[in-house]
T-cell receptor, first 116, second 112 residues
Framework: DGGITQSPKYLFRKEGQNVTLSCEQNLNHDAMYWYRQDPGQGLRLIYYSQIVNDFQKGDIAEGYSVSREKKESFPLTVTSAQKNPTAFYLCASSIHGTGHTGTEAFFGQGTRLTVV | KQEVTQIPAALSVPEGENLVLNCSFTDSAIYNLQWFRQDPGKGLTSLLL?????REQTSGRLNASLDKSSGRSTLYIAASQPGDSATYLCAVLKYNFNKFYFGSGTKLNVKP
């Protein structure tokens, strides 16, 4: 089955640690995204990538880093510089790398990150 | 910047009612609008996609309309069921960008 796989489902981070969230898609989509969701709030864009080896900052990129070395993979690292990392993280993809009518977003099942 | 607003934030209805969820956006220069469903602790499931040239889309008991000029979309759910209980989010894909802008969602509770 085609889809987006995020792992792990739950992740616990100690103060000062970096952690990496995995996102893999087998949909052959060009574009991939990372969103953060906090209770009662909409999704906020962290980073997005329109094509392999290229990515752009979203609205809340501080304290996060990404890479896009393969079309199917877009890992997100939450660094120690992110002061409030506890949240639900969602990865998404869309077929087109540039804006196009009919571009539909597909989501993974999310990773819940908790600072302990 | 594109702002997306969803009203109401929460809605509780008895089973069988027809209901309408609202989504408004400030910039009408969009490629499309997408409605999602999110169950607690889960990812988003796409329900309907309306392209900018379309006025509405239907899937089963769901009907979504789009009025781009007024910056509004509605999601109509017919004959609601307890299984429809979830949070519903709308998102727009802004013209000339490749970013989706989301509303904060409407949390729906359908009581048996």
């Amino acid at each position: 089955d085609g889809g987006i796989t995020q792992s792990p489902k739950y992740l616990f981070r100690k103060e000062g640690q970096n952690v990496t969230l995995s996102c893999e898609q087998n949909l052959n989509h060009d574009a991939m995204y990372w969103y953060r969701q906090d209770p009662g709030q909409g999704l906020r864009l962290i980073y997005y990538s329109q094509i392999v080896n290229d990515f752009q900052k979203g609205d809340i990129a501080e304290g996060y880093s990404v890479s896009r070395e393969k079309k199917e993979s877009f890992p997100l690292t939450v660094t120690s510089a992110q002061k409030n990392p506890t949240a639900f993280y969602l990865c998404a993809s869309s077929i087109h790398g540039t804006g196009h009518t009919g571009t539909e977003a597909f989501f993974g099942q999310g990773t819940r990150l908790t600072v302990v | 910047k594109q702002e997306v607003t969803q009203i109401p934030a929460a809605l509780s209805v008895p089973e069988g009612e027809n209901l309408v969820l609202n989504c408004s956006f400030t910039d009408s220069a969009i490629y499309n609008l997408q409605w999602f469903r999110q169950d607690p602790g889960k990812g988003l499931t796409s329900l309907l996609l309306i392209q900018s040239s379309q006025r509405e889309q239907t899937s089963g008991r769901l009907n979504a309309s789009l009025d781009k000029s007024s910056g509004r979309s509605t999601l109509y759910i017919a004959a609601s069921q307890p299984g429809d209980s979830a949070t519903y989010l709308c998102a727009v894909l802004k013209y000339n960008f490749n970013k989706f802008y989301f509303g904060s969602g409407t949390k729906l509770n359908v009581k048996p």
